[in-house]
C-alpha cells in the first residue's frame, strides 16, 4: 500500500525500512509504524478474532480501548498491537484462532450466539451434574485470549523510579502542555505525562487552522518545543499514567526509546497539585456489526492517514456526530479517499465553514442520518444509513466506515483521584460534579473545542495548581479566568447511544462480545444496578477494560429502564488504566536481606543459609540435615555458633528500670551488675513473645539481648507500652553493632582462656556471670556465662568490625581440639534437649507463659509497674483445658514421629512442636503442647501423624529437661 | 433453550412491617442464613436488608478460593462441610456456582514451615479431608511455571497439596442463594439502608431502616465489613475487629496456564486462573482500619514483584484491574459466630476476615438452625464472642500477635 | 498508596512507613481488679468508628516517633496534624 | 593493641584498591585503580558515628559543635556533622580527622558499628537516588544540609543531603550495618547507567573541600 510520504504531520520515517514477521511472513513497515499500522500498510485488515464468537476485528482506534489488535508479540501475549511501536525483529503471531485471523475455523462460533445467552453458564452446563467436568474443560479452553509458555522468560530492563513534583499533569495535549508552561514559570517542579511517544494530543495530526493562518500541528510542535527547553519540567513522553491515590500519588510507566537504559519504567510520582488534561476518546457508534473490520473511528482513520501515511480506505461513508468527523471526511478527501456521504446524527450546531467546504467538494452530507448496518462478512462492503427515527433506509457500498457517537472524556485519572462523575446534559459527558483538592481538569475533557480555549483552560488550570503549590497567582488567575471565559465553551454533545437497529449483533462491548441484546437479558434477569449488569455479562470486564463500553453501557441502561439519563452512574474505573506488565510492576526490585559479619567465612566453611526474618543464617554445616557431627561436637567438645542476629539493646536514664518493669514479666529491680538475669516479655494476652538476657552496665544502665524476630521492634514495644507515662528513658538498638558467638562446649573454656585478657575460670568466670575484657589485648568484648544448648557456654558479643577477627582468633585457638562451627539446626535439637524454648516453635498465638512452664518468671507482686500480659496471666494461672508444653519420649525408640504430628484421643489434643533423634540420649525425645490433663507426666499419648492411615505411635509424657536435668554441664 | 428471562430473586417487593427475622446484608452469609432459615426451617418470613447491592461486599470482591485445609480442629469440620455443600448448592439452587475443582498448593518457604503445615495436613487428614505435604519437585509438576530454583528471594521447599479445593463463582453463590432464597419466599430489599436496631427490656424488637421500621424479634448482623461499626454505632456493643482493606487483582485472560490455586504466605501473595483467563491474584491487607475500598500503588507493586519471583512466566502479563474489599479481622482470625448474647434476638455473624466467602454455605446453615432454634450447634460454640474476655483464643494462626490492627 | 501520614518530626510520608497502634483507649488501667470484661475492653475491643477517631501511630521506617493523629477512615485521610509524642 | 588483628568494614567494593592507610586497625582504601570522574560510592563505615540521646539536648555539645533545635536540621563544623533526629536524639558523624575519644557523658553510644555509612556525590546523584527512594533530598523548602529518615532502597535510613547542586551534588546516609552488602548492590546498579564507581577516602576529602567544608 502507498505511503503518503510528503504530509508535515507524519510520526513515520518512510525511508526507515523495519521488516517483521506476522504468522510466518515477512512484511516491511516503517520506522515509527505500530506493529498494527505496519500491517495494515501491508493490507491485513483482519488482525484479531473475538473472544466469544470468533468474530473478525479490526483497527477500530488507535489507543488500546479493546483487544481488536491483540496479538502474540516476540511470546508476549495479548499485545495491543496498536500502539505498540514496531522494532527490530519482532515475530508476530494472531492469538485466539484456530489458523488465521483471516480463516479462523472457530468462526462458526458467531452463529451460535442463540445459545449463548447473557450468564448462560449460570443456567446450563450443570444438568445433569456429570456433565459440569467436560463442560468445564471446554470453558477453559475457550475462555481466554493469547497464550503464556510456563518457561517463559521476559527479556529487557524494568526499572523504576519515584521523582517529586509540585504540579503533574497528566496528558501532553494543548491543554496539558499549557498547564505545564504555566506551572513551570511560577518556578514549581513540574512533570508532564504523555502516553503517545510526542507531545500535541489532538492538534498533533490535524492541519485545520489554530489561529491565524497557523495549522494546529504546528503549534503543537511549538508549544512541545518550548515546553522541552524549560529546565523546570520534566517530559514523560511514551508514558501511561495508570493510578492515582489519595493525597496526590500518581503512578505511570514509560516505555523506553533509543538511548534509554530501561525497556519500561515503573514511575511513582508524589504531586503536590494534579491537572488532568487527557482529552477524549470517542464514544463507540452503536449498530449491527458496528465492530467488522472497516468500521473505525474518526480518529483512528484520520491519524492512519495523517500520522501513519497511510489512507484507510478508498471509498468511505461517514456515519459521525461530531465536527471532527465532518473535519476528517474533508481532510481526507483531500488526501485522496473517497467519500459516497457523510451522516451526520446531529440535526444542527455543526461548524458551518465545515458544512461549507464539504459542499464546495460535494460531498453529500446528511443531517439527522445513522449506520443501522454494516454488511460484509468479513469486512465491510456495504453500509446501511437511515434517518435517526428508522423512518428511511439507505444502503452505500464502501470498504471504510468512520463511525462514532460522539466524544467521550477520558476522566479514569479523575475517577481514580476519587472524583463523583455525574451525567452533563449539555455535553453528553460524565463530568466530575465536584473535583477532589488540589486536584484540577483542563481542556477537551471538559467538553472544550475551541483550540485557544482549550489551551486557556489548561493554562488556568496550571495557575490553579501553582496556587495549590503556595505560590501567589491570584492577579494572573484572575486574568486566565477572563481569557477563558471569552472563549467559546464546551460545546453540546450527540446523545444518541443505538441507531434504529434490528438484528442480535450491535457491541457494546467488544472484548466480551457483548451485545445489546445480552444487555437487555441481564434486566429482564433483575440486574439493574450498572456494575451488576457489568459482572452479569462481563461487559467491560475485558483486556480494555471500559474503554468501549464505559460511557454507553450506563447510558444505554438509563434509557432502557427509563430513567432520566441524568440518573445514569458510570460504572466503576480501576487501576491500571492501561494494562501494565507484572515486569513493569516488579521494576527493578532488589531484595534487601541482613548478613551478619562472619557471612562469608560461614558460607566457605559449608554453611547452607538460610533467610530467617531479615537475615541470612547458617542452618547447617553439612548434607547431614540431622547434624549428628555438629551436635556430638558440642556435647563433647567445643563448637562456635554464630549467633549474631540475636536482638541487642541499650537502655539508660533515670526511667529505664520502670520501664524494663513495664515489659518484663520479672522483677527487674532484682537486676545486678556481673550476672545477668533470663526473662520474658508478654504481649497483653500473657502470651510469651520473648525472651532474653538483661545485665546492668551501670548507674541505671542496662545492655539486654531479644530473640532475632523481636529485635527489630522491640525499640518500638518499649515506646508503646510506655507511652502515656512521659518517662525519661533511652534506648539504641544495637543489634547490628555486635557480632555474637557462641563458644559452647565441654572443652570451651580451654580455648577461650588461650586468648583472653582475663582470668576465665569458674571461679571468675562462673555460670550466669557477665564480664567485659579483651581477646589479645584489642578486641573488646562483652562475655555472658548462658547455656542455651546445655553445656559450658560462652555467649561473646564483640563489636561487629572485630567479628571476623575473633572468630578466626578463636578458631586458630581451638585447632587442636578440632573445634568447628555448628549451626541453627544443631543448636536447636541441643536446646530442645534441654528442654529450652524457641518462642513461636514452641508456642502459639495462645500460648501463655503458664502454658510453657515458665510463670515462675513472672512476679505477680509488681502490680505497680502495670507489666504487659500480667492481667491475663493473673486471669489464665489455674485456667483449664489449656495447651501445655510437655516433653515426652516414644514407647518405641526406633521412630522419630515428625514435627507437627497430632496427639489425638478421639479428637485432635494436641501437637508435637518438635521431635528429634538424640544422639546425646541414644532415643528420640520432643516437646509437645497438648491439652491439659494429657500433660501430666506418665500420660500415654497417641501419635497421629500425616499420611499414618490406621497407624499409630505412642509416647508418654517425662520430666524435662531430658539432657543434664540438673545442670551441672552448665557450671563446670 | 432458556424461554423468558425471569428475575431470578423475585419481583420487588414492599418492606413489610413485621418479619420473623430480619438479616442485615445481603452478602454471602446473610443469603445463605436466609436460604437455610427457609429450606431447613420454614422460617421464610425473613427480610434480607441491603444497603446497596446484593454482593456489593465481599461476596462480590474476594478471589473465589475455596479450601478446608484450616489449621485448627474447630474449623476444619465447619469448612469440609462448606466445601461440600458447593455441587450439593449447584443442583438445589439450579443455578451453576461454577465449582472449579481444581486443588490448593500453598507453598511453603523454611523448614519451619513445612513442619507447621505438617499439623495442618495431619489435622485434616484426620478429619477426612484430602491434605499432603509435598516436595518442591511434585510442586513443579503440578505447576510447571513455578520458580522452585534457589536463586529468588524466598526458595519454595515444599507446600501443602489439598485437592478437593479450588475455585467456585463468588458472583453465581450471591446470586443463586438470593435465587433460593426468593423462590422460599424470603424478601430481599436492595437499596435499604438499617439506620438503627430497637431493643426493649434485653431483647430485639424491631430494626429501623430508611424505608421504614419492621417489628422483629430477631435479628442476624451478617454485614461483613460494616459489622462492628454497626453494632458499636446502633448497640454500643463493641467487637474485637479490626476492619481493613484487603486487595485483588487479575491480568488480562489466558489461555489455561495455572491449573491450581497457589499460595504463599511469605510472599504475601495468592494466585489462580479464573474460569474467563484472568490469573487473579491478591495480597495482604493494608494494616490500617478504613472503610474505603482503595487500592494502593504499594501492593500492585508488591504483587507483581511476588508473582515474579514465584511464578516468572507472569512477567510477561499485564494487569488489567485492581480493586479492594473490607477484611473484618478478629485477634484470631476466626470469626464471631454468637446469639442471644448480650442481647436476645440478637444473632451476629461476623469477624470473618478473608475467609468469609469458603465458609458462607455451612456458617448460613449452622445460624440459620441457631435462629430458628434458639440453641446454637456445637459446630457453632467454639466461635463464641465471650472467647476473647476468657482469654480462650483460637489457635487458627499460629503467628504471635502484638499490638496490631487485629489487636 | 491509600494513606499518607504527618509524622510530627519527619512531615507527610507513605503510610506503609508508618505502623498503626490501635484506637485511642487511654493510660493502661489499673492491674489490680480487672475483670476479664474490662480487660477484654481494653486490649481487644474496637469502635471500628466510620468517621473520625483518634489512633496511635509509629513512624517505624523514619524517625521512632509514636504519635496520635485525627485520620477519617471513610477517606483515609487525616483530618487534623498530629500531636507529637517522644 | 595488636595491629595484626583488622577491622572489616561491611563494605567491600569489587575493585583493586590503589592507595590505602591503616588507622585504628582497619584499613582504609584511600583510592581504587580507575575511580574514573564520578559520581562515587565512598564507603565511610571506619568512621566515628555517636548516638546521643538526653531530656535536654541542648545542654550537650558533641566536640563543641552545638546541636541543631528541630528535627531534620543539621550543623556540619570542624568535620562533625550533628544531625538532630527527634525531640531527645542526635546522630553525631565525624566526617574528618582522627578517631575520637567516646565522651563519657551518658547521654552519648558509640554506635560506629551499628551502621553502614556511605556518601553518594557527584554528577546526577539525584537521578540514582530517585530510583531507590521517594525522599526529596531536592526539598525546596530545605536547604543542605539537611536530614531524612525514611526508607531509601526499602531500608530505613538516615540520609542528610550535603550538597544539591547539580554537578556536585552529595549524600551521606546510614542504615543498619547488616544491610551493607544489599545497599551497596543496589545503589550500584541504580547508578550503572550514570557511570557511577566505587572511590576511595582521597575521592572524599576532595568532594568536602570543593565544597569548602
Known amino acids: 500500500m502507498k505511503r503518503l510520504t510528503h504530509l508535515p504531520t507524519l510520526r513515520i520515517d518512510p525511508s526507515q525500512e523495519i521488516p517483521l514477521k506476522y504468522n510466518r511472513r515477512t512484511y516491511q513497515g516503517v520506522h515509527g509504524d505500530t506493529v498494527a499500522t505496519a500491517l495494515f500498510a501491508n493490507g491485513v485488515r483482519i488482525l484479531a478474532r473475538s473472544l466469544k464468537y470468533h468474530r473478525p476485528r479490526g483497527l477500530y482506534s488507535l489507543d488500546g480501548e479493546c483487544s481488536n489488535t491483540f496479538m502474540q508479540v516476540n511470546a508476549i501475549p495479548n499485545v495491543c498491537t496498536e500502539n505498540t511501536l514496531l522494532r527490530r525483529g519482532m515475530t508476530v503471531e494472531a492469538q485466539n484462532v484456530k489458523g488465521t485471523p483471516e480463516t479462523d475455523r472457530m468462526g462458526f462460533m458467531d452463529k451460535l450466539d442463540w445459545a449463548m445467552p447473557a450468564g448462560f453458564y449460570y443456567r446450563t452446563l450443570h444438568k445433569p451434574a456429570r456433565i459440569w467436568p467436560l463442560a468445564l474443560k471446554q470453558v477453559r479452553k475457550a475462555a481466554g485470549l493469547g497464550v503464556i509458555a510456563p518457561d517463559f522468560e521476559m527479556k529487557g530492563k524494568y526499572d523504576e523510579i519515584y521523582p517529586q513534583a509540585d504540579v503533574c499533569v497528566i496528558g501532553g495535549g494543548p491543554a496539558g502542555m499549557s498547564a505545564a508552561r504555566a506551572a513551570a514559570a511560577q518556578g514549581l517542579r513540574v512533570i508532564l505525562l504523555e502516553s503517545r511517544p510526542w507531545l500535541g494530543g489532538f492538534f498533533d495530526y490535524r492541519p485545520a487552522e489554530y489561529h491565524d493562518g497557523v495549522p494546529l500541528y504546528r503549534r503543537a510542535r511549538e508549544l512541545a518545543q518550548r515546553l522541552e527547553e524549560t529546565t523546570n519540567v520534566r517530559i514523560f513522553s511514551h508514558t501511561a499514567m495508570v493510578g492515582a491515590y489519595n493525597n496526590n500519588l500518581i503512578t505511570a510507566f514509560q516505555q523506553g526509546g533509543p538511548g534509554d537504559h530501561f525497556d519500561e519504567r515503573y514511575i511513582e510520582i508524589r504531586a503536590v497539585s494534579v491537572v488532568v488534561a487527557t482529552g477524549c476518546i470517542e464514544r463507540p457508534l452503536l449498530f449491527e456489526n458496528n465492530e467488522r473490520p472497516g468500521v473505525m473511528q474518526i480518529g483512528c482513520a484520520h491519524r492512519l492517514a495523517r500520522t501513519y501515511g497511510l489512507l484507510p480506505g478508498e471509498q468511505a461513508v461517514f456515519s459521525i456526530g461530531h465536527d471532527l468527523g465532518l473535519e476528517a471526511a474533508i481532510d481526507l478527501f483531500d488526501l485522496g479517499l473517497k467519500v459516497a456521504c457523510v451522516a451526520d446524527i446531529r440535526e444542527d450546531g455543526q461548524d458551518p465553514r465545515l458544512v461549507d467546504e464539504l459542499a464546495a467538494r460535494k460531498i453529500p452530507f446528511w443531517r439527522g442520518w445513522v449506520a443501522t448496518r454494516a454488511h460484509g462478512k468479513k469486512t465491510v462492503t456495504k453500509v446501511s444509513l437511515s434517518t435517526i427515527p428508522g423512518t428511511q433506509q439507505r444502503d452505500f457500498g464502501c470498504d471504510l466506515l468512520v463511525a462514532s457517537a460522539g466524544m467521550t472524556p477520558v476522566t479514569g485519572p479523575l475517577t481514580l483521584a476519587q472524583a463523583q462523575l455525574q451525567y452533563d446534559l449539555h455535553t453528553g459527558f460524565f463530568l466530575p460534579a465536584q473535583l477532589p483538592p488540589k486536584v484540577h481538569a483542563a481542556g477537551r475533557l471538559l467538553g472544550l473545542h475551541d483550540a485557544l480555549a482549550i489551551e486557556a483552560s489548561g493554562h488556568l488550570a496550571g495557575l490553579e495548581a501553582a496556587a495549590d503549590c503556595g505560590v501567589s497567582v491570584d492577579a494572573d488567575r484572575q486574568r486566565a479566568r477572563e481569557n477563558l471565559d471569552s472563549r467559546p465553551g464546551p460545546v453540546r454533545g450527540c446523545k444518541l447511544v443505538l441507531a434504529p437497529v434490528k438484528g442480535r449483533k450491535s457491541f457494546i462491548c467488544f472484548d466480551e462480545d457483548t451485545t445489546i441484546k445480552n444487555i437487555q437479558q441481564a434486566i429482564a434477569m433483575g440486574f439493574e444496578a450498572t456494575e451488576l449488569i457489568k459482572r452479569f455479562t462481563t461487559a467491560g470486564t475485558g483486556p480494555g477494560q471500559g474503554g468501549i463500553p464505559g460511557h454507553n453501557l450506563p447510558l444505554f441502561v438509563a434509557q432502557y429502564l427509563g430513567e432520566a439519563s441524568v440518573a445514569a452512574q458510570p460504572t466503576v474505573v480501576r487501576a491500571p488504566l492501561v494494562p501494565t506488565f507484572l515486569a513493569t510492576y516488579a521494576g527493578s526490585h532488589h531484595d534487601m536481606c541482613k548478613r551478619t559479619p562472619v557471612h562469608d567465612s560461614q558460607k566457605q566453611a559449608g554453611g547452607v543459609m538460610r533467610r530467617i526474618g531479615v537475615w541470612r543464617r547458617a542452618r547447617y554445616f553439612s548434607q547431614d540435615f540431622s547434624c549428628r557431627e555438629e551436635i556430638v561436637n558440642v556435647r563433647n567438645n567445643v563448637g562456635m555458633l554464630d549467633a549474631s542476629t540475636l536482638g541487642k539493646f541499650r537502655i539508660w536514664g533515670p526511667d529505664a528500670l520502670q520501664a524494663l518493669q513495664r515489659v518484663y514479666v520479672s522483677d527487674m529491680s532484682k537486676v545486678s551488675e556481673g550476672k545477668v538475669k533470663y526473662s520474658a516479655m508478654c504481649n497483653d494476652d500473657g502470651c510469651i513473645i520473648d525472651d532474653g538476657v538483661v545485665v546492668k552496665r551501670g548507674a541505671n544502665d542496662y545492655y539486654f539481648t531479644t530473640s532475632t524476630a523481636r529485635a527489630g521492634v522491640t525499640g518500638e514495644w518499649f515506646r508503646y507500652h510506655t507511652r502515656y507515662d512521659g518517662w525519661n528513658f533511652s534506648i539504641v538498638n544495637l543489634t547490628d553493632a555486635f557480632g555474637v558467638i557462641n563458644l559452647a562446649g565441654p572443652n570451651a573454656r580451654q580455648v577461650l582462656e588461650k586468648v583472653a585478657d582475663a582470668d576465665v575460670s569458674n571461679a571468675a568466670f562462673p555460670y550466669i556471670g557477665y564480664r567485659e575484657f579483651t581477646i589479645r589485648d584489642t578486641i573488646p568484648v562483652r562475655a555472658m556465662r548462658l547455656g542455651f544448648v546445655g553445656e559450658l557456654s560462652y555467649e561473646l558479643h564483640v563489636p561487629s568490625s572485630y567479628m571476623q577477627a575473633l572468630w578466626d582468633i578463636l578458631a586458630e585457638a581451638g585447632r587442636e581440639l578440632n573445634i568447628r562451627n555448628f549451626g541453627v539446626e544443631a543448636q536447636n535439637v541441643l536446646r530442645m534437649e534441654k528442654c529450652h524454648l524457641i518462642i513461636g516453635a514452641e508456642s502459639e498465638l495462645r500460648t501463655t507463659l503458664h502454658d510453657v512452664g515458665l510463670g515462675f518468671l513472672w512476679d505477680r507482686t509488681k502490680t505497680a509497674a502495670k507489666t504487659v500480659g500480667a492481667v491475663a496471666l493473673r486471669q489464665t494461672a489455674e485456667q483449664e483445658g489449656r495447651l501445655k508444653l510437655v516433653g515426652f519420649k516414644m514407647e518405641d525408640p526406633s521412630r522419630t514421629p515428625k514435627d507437627g504430628s497430632l496427639i489425638v484421643d478421639r479428637a485432635i489434643r494436641g501437637y508435637i512442636c518438635i521431635a528429634r533423634h538424640s544422639f546425646t540420649l541414644e532415643e528420640p525425645v520432643g516437646l509437645a503442647l497438648v491439652e491439659a490433663p494429657l500433660n501430666q507426666e506418665g500420660t500415654r499419648l497417641e501419635i497421629f501423624e500425616d499420611e499414618c492411615g490406621d497407624r499409630r505411635l505412642y509416647a508418654k509424657v517425662v520430666p524435662t529437661p531430658f539432657y543434664d536435668p540438673e545442670g551441672t554441664r552448665l557450671r563446670i | ?407 | 498508596m491509600a494513606l499518607t501520614l504527618t509524622c510530627p518530626i519527619c512531615g507527610q510520608r507513605n503510610g506503609y512507613e508508618f505502623r498503626y497502634g490501635g484506637e485511642e483507649k487511654g493510660p493502661r488501667p489499673d492491674e489490680e481488679g480487672l475483670s476479664p470484661e474490662d480487660w477484654c475492653d481494653y486490649v481487644h475491643l474496637n469502635k471500628c468508628v466510620a468517621g473520625i477517631q483518634k489512633e496511635w501511630w509509629f513512624h517505624r521506617d523514619g524517625c521512632g516517633a509514636w504519635f496520635t493523629t485525627q485520620r477519617d477512615t471513610t477517606v483515609n485521610l487525616e483530618v487534623e496534624q498530629p500531636e507529637a509524642q517522644l | 593493641m595488636n595491629p595484626e588483628i583488622w577491622r572489616r568494614s561491611p563494605v567491600s567494593f569489587d575493585r583493586r584498591p590503589a592507595q590505602t592507610e591503616t588507622r585504628d586497625n582497619w584499613m582504609v582504601v584511600l583510592k581504587y585503580e580507575d575511580e574514573s570522574e564520578g559520581p562515587y560510592l565512598i564507603d565511610l563505615s571506619p568512621r566515628t558515628r555517636w548516638d546521643v540521646q538526653d531530656s535536654h539536648l541542648a545542654e550537650i555539645r558533641p566536640g563543641g559543635v552545638p546541636i541543631p533545635d528541630k528535627p531534620g536540621q543539621c550543623t556540619f563544623q570542624k568535620g562533625i556533622l550533628v544531625n538532630r533526629m527527634n525531640r531527645t536524639q542526635a546522630a553525631v558523624w565525624h566526617l574528618t580527622g582522627e578517631t575520637p575519644e567516646p565522651p563519657a557523658h551518658a547521654a552519648y553510644t558509640d554506635v560506629t558499628e551499628s551502621t553502614v555509612f556511605l556518601a553518594l556525590v557527584g554528577r546526577r546523584v539525584f537521578a540514582i537516588t530517585e530510583k531507590l527512594t521517594s525522599l526529596d533530598f531536592l526539598d525546596p523548602a530545605r536547604s543542605a544540609p539537611f536530614l531524612l529518615q525514611g526508607p531509601f532502597s526499602h531500608v530505613p535510613c538516615q540520609v542528610v543531603t550535603l550538597e544539591k547542586s547539580p554537578d556536585r551534588a552529595g549524600i551521606l546516609l546510614t542504615c543498619s550495618r547488616g544491610y551493607a552488602r544489599d545497599l551497596v548492590a543496589a545503589i550500584l546498579d541504580a547508578g550503572e547507567e550514570f557511570g557511577l564507581r566505587p572511590a576511595g577516602q582521597i575521592a572524599f576529602h576532595n568532594w568536602l573541600e570543593e565544597l569548602g567544608y
Request: glycine letters at 10%.
Open chain 2, 1 to 407: 433453550m432458556f424461554g423468558r428471562h425471569k428475575p431470578l430473586w423475585g419481583k420487588k417487593t414492599r418492606l413489610k412491617s413485621s418479619y420473623d427475622a430480619v438479616i442485615i446484608g445481603g452478602g454471602l452469609h446473610g443469603l445463605a442464613t436466609a436460604y437455610f432459615l427457609a429450606r431447613d426451617h420454614d422460617l421464610t418470613n425473613v427480610a434480607v436488608i441491603e444497603k446497596r447491592y446484593i454482593g456489593f461486599g465481599g461476596g462480590g470482591r474476594n478471589t473465589a478460593i475455596v479450601r478446608a485445609n484450616q489449621r485448627t480442629s474447630q474449623n476444619v469440620p465447619l469448612y469440609k462441610e462448606a466445601l461440600a455443600l458447593w455441587p450439593v448448592l449447584t443442583r438445589e439452587l439450579d443455578y451453576n456456582l461454577m465449582f472449579f475443582n481444581c486443588g490448593n498448593l500453598n507453598l511453603m518457604h523454611s523448614e519451619a514451615a513445612m513442619n507447621a503445615a505438617r499439623m495442618n495436613v495431619a489435622t485434616a487428614q484426620f478429619h477426612g479431608v484430602e491434605s499432603h505435604l509435598i516436595d518442591a519437585k511434585q510442586c513443579k509438576e503440578l505447576i510447571p511455571a513455578l520458580n522452585i530454583s534457589d536463586d529468588i528471594t524466598y526458595p519454595i521447599l515444599g507446600a501443602m497439596y489439598h485437592p478437593p479445593g479450588g475455585i467456585v463463582r463468588h458472583d453465581a453463590v450471591v446470586w443463586g442463594l438470593a435465587k433460593g432464597a426468593a423462590r422460599h419466599g424470603v424478601h430481599i430489599h436492595q437499596q435499604t439502608a438499617v439506620t438503627g436496631i430497637g431493643v426493649a427490656n434485653g431483647q430485639i424488637v424491631s430494626v429501623e431502616t430508611d424505608r421504614g421500621k419492621i417489628h422483629t424479634p430477631r435479628v442476624l448482623l451478617a454485614a461483613g465489613g460494616y459489622s462492628a461499626a454497626i453494632s458499636y454505632h446502633m448497640l454500643g456493643i463493641k467487637l474485637p475487629i479490626s476492619v481493613l482493606t484487603i486487595q485483588a487483582m487479575v491480568t488480562q485472560p489466558l489461555k489455561p496456564i495455572l491449573n491450581h490455586v497457589v499460595s504463599s504466605g511469605t510472599y504475601h501473595a495468592y494466585a489462580n486462573q479464573t474460569l474467563k483467563g484472568e490469573i487473579a491474584t491478591g495480597a495482604h491487607m493494608d494494616p490500617w482500619p478504613n472503610y474505603t475500598t482503595q487500592t494502593t500503588a504499594y501492593y500492585i507493586k508488591h504483587q507483581a514483584e511476588a508473582l515474579a519471583e514465584m511464578l516468572p512466566c507472569l512477567r510477561g502479563v499485564k494487569f488489567m484491574r485492581h480493586w479492594a474489599g473490607l477484611a473484618d479481622m478478629t485477634p484470631d482470625m476466626a470469626p464471631i459466630m454468637d446469639g442471644n448474647a448480650p442481647l436476645k434476638g440478637y444473632f451476629m455473624n461476623c469477624g470473618w476476615g478473608y475467609f468469609g466467602f469458603k465458609s458462607c454455605a455451612a456458617a448460613g446453615k449452622y445460624m440459620a438452625r441457631f435462629m430458628a432454634t434458639g440453641n446454637c450447634p456445637d459446630m457453632l460454640k467454639p466461635f463464641t464472642l465471650r472467647r476473647f474476655a476468657q482469654h480462650r483464643l483460637m489457635g487458627e494462626t499460629a503467628a504471635l500477635m502484638s499490638y496490631s490492627p487485629d489487636n
